[in-house]
């Protein structure tokens, strides 16, 4: 069994900083790309940033500049740095990691049960 486990969202007024953390734990074999996702009210879940095991990342134009995503490959956690917030920042996020397990024995996309982030104007 796999799971993982957002923490770090909350209320923060505009231009105000969060980090969120996501951390995988389980029977893990090895950890490929990670990620965070959101989705706000009324809208489909969207792409924030990724970032390979090697350190490759890509961000959503409407982040880059504001969010920097990062990861430790020894404890299984991604990290997603959020400064100079804004209201459309506002959703629910959602962090995602491709991991091979020995049951599996494929690559298998697993995803967190979602972190609140509210912006208040």
């Known amino acids: 069994q796999v799971q993982l486990v957002e923490s770090g969202g909350g209320l923060v007024q505009a231009g105000g900083s969060l980090r969120l953390s996501c951390g995988a734990s389980?029977?893990?074999?090895?950890?490929?790309?990670m990620g965070w996702y959101r989705q706000a009210p009324g809208k489909q879940r969207e792409l924030v940033a990724t970032?390979?095991?090697?350190?490759?990342?890509n961000y959503a134009d409407s982040v880059k500049g504001r969010f920097t995503i990062s990861r430790d490959n020894a404890k299984n956690t991604v990290y997603l740095q959020m400064n100079s917030l804004k209201p459309e920042d506002t959703a629910v996020y959602y962090c995602?990691?491709?991991?091979?397990?020995?049951?599996?024995?494929?690559?298998?996309?697993?995803w967190g049960q979602g972190t609140q982030v509210t912006v208040s104007s």
């Open positions: 995602s990691a491709e991991i091979w397990t020995v049951v599996a024995g494929v690559w298998v996309d697993y």
């Open positions: 389980g029977t893990i074999l090895s950890t490929n790309a």
């Open positions: 970032i390979t095991k090697g350190g490759r990342t």
